[in-house]
């Protein structure tokens, strides 16, 4: 076991759980922002592989236990067809994942989070008919950056924030899509053997970290859920995204 993390310090594995129960806290809060906040946190000290595969599976495991409190808030047929197209690009992007290099990973990773906290700053809900060719494009490009960089998130939260005005529907579309992709993501990492042994113990460490924050966030959601919870989240994801970036080219 110790061999498994011999590149990895105990304040690296301090770090992940910190970073987990934040993200985590704002998924439950807001129905967005796992990955856009844990991912380039872990992506400082972890491989590509290693950070994407924890994220995915925790995405999945926390999803399903509370799959009662967001399922048939939405409509589930005017989706199908992004999540058939997500799947594919998903499978797509893994093979992306393999090909780049970590500094190339946390470059993406940091213009990829700004440019969704951009985009939802501007955008502003309006309801909106759900599925049509740009759901499909929505449903494609997620899959793409759901296998290559485990964030399925800036298209599909933009989608989210134009068609569903209400926050109680918009957060449950964005959980119920995630969901869909982290088992997308989970099955092509496992199929690519990037899902190791290493990989494993460090889910099972972080999940604890991920629990309490999420029982936090559903908390926070029930009492301040319509509140400026919006402006708080986009400004501390793109403080996130802007720090990885500046590391990935100094």
Same mark, same amino acid.
């Given at each position: 076991m110790?061999?498994?993390f011999s ?7 301090a770090?992940m759980?910190v970073a987990?129960f934040i ?10 922002g796992f ?8 992506s400082m000290?972890?491989m590509p +592989?290693?950070?994407? *595969?924890? @994220?995915a +599976?925790l995405?999945?495991?926390i ?5 009662? *409190?967001?399922?048939g808030v939405v ?5 199908a ?7 594919i690009?998903?499978?797509?992007g893994v093979y @992306?994942l393999?090909l780049? *290099? ?5 470059l993406?990773?940091g213009i990829t ?5 951009v985009l939802? *700053?501007r ?6 008919e759900i599925g049509?060719p740009?759901a ?5 490009s ?7 960089i485990?964030?399925?998130?800036p &298209?599909?939260i933009v989608y989210?924030m134009a068609? %569903? &005005?209400?926050p109680?529907?918009s957060?449950a579309?964005?959980?119920? %899509?995630f969901?869909?992709?982290a088992i997308f993501a989970? +099955?092509? %990492?496992?199929l690519?053997g @990037? ?6 113990i460090?889910i ?6 991920m629990?309490a924050?999420d ?6 959601f029930k009492?301040y ?6 402006k708080?989240a986009i400004?501390?994801? %793109?403080? @996130?995204?802007?720090t ?5 080219i100094?």
């Amino acid at each position: 076991m110790f061999d498994l993390f011999s590149d990895i310090a105990n304040w690296h594995i301090a770090g992940m759980l910190v970073a987990i129960f934040i993200a985590a806290m704002l998924r439950a809060f807001t129905g967005f922002g796992f990955a856009l906040t844990a991912l380039p946190v872990l992506s400082m000290f972890l491989m590509p +592989s290693t950070s994407v *595969s924890i @994220i995915a +599976s925790l995405t999945l495991l926390i999803s399903l236990p509370t799959l009662k *409190s967001y399922w048939g808030v939405v409509p589930f047929p005017p989706i199908a067809a992004m999540l058939v197209l997500s799947a594919i690009g998903t499978m797509g992007g893994v093979y @992306i994942l393999l090909l780049i *290099s970590p500094e190339t990973f946390k470059l993406a990773i940091g213009i990829t989070v700004m440019i969704a906290c951009v985009l939802l *700053s501007r955008f502003r809900p309006r309801a909106r008919e759900i599925g049509g060719p740009l759901a499909w494009f929505v449903g494609l490009s997620s899959g793409l950056m759901n296998g290559a960089i485990a964030i399925p998130g800036p &298209p599909v939260i933009v989608y989210a924030m134009a068609v %569903f &005005p209400e926050p109680v529907k918009s957060r449950a579309f964005l959980m119920l %899509f995630f969901l869909f992709s982290a088992i997308f993501a989970v +099955s092509g %990492f496992a199929l690519e053997g @990037i899902i190791r042994g290493q990989e494993l113990i460090l889910i099972a460490l972080a999940l604890p970290a991920m629990l309490a924050g999420d029982k936090l966030g559903f908390w926070l959601f029930k009492h301040y859920g319509n509140n400026a919870y919006r402006k708080i989240a986009i400004s501390a994801l %793109f403080a @996130i995204g802007a720090t990885v970036t500046v590391k990935a080219i100094v």
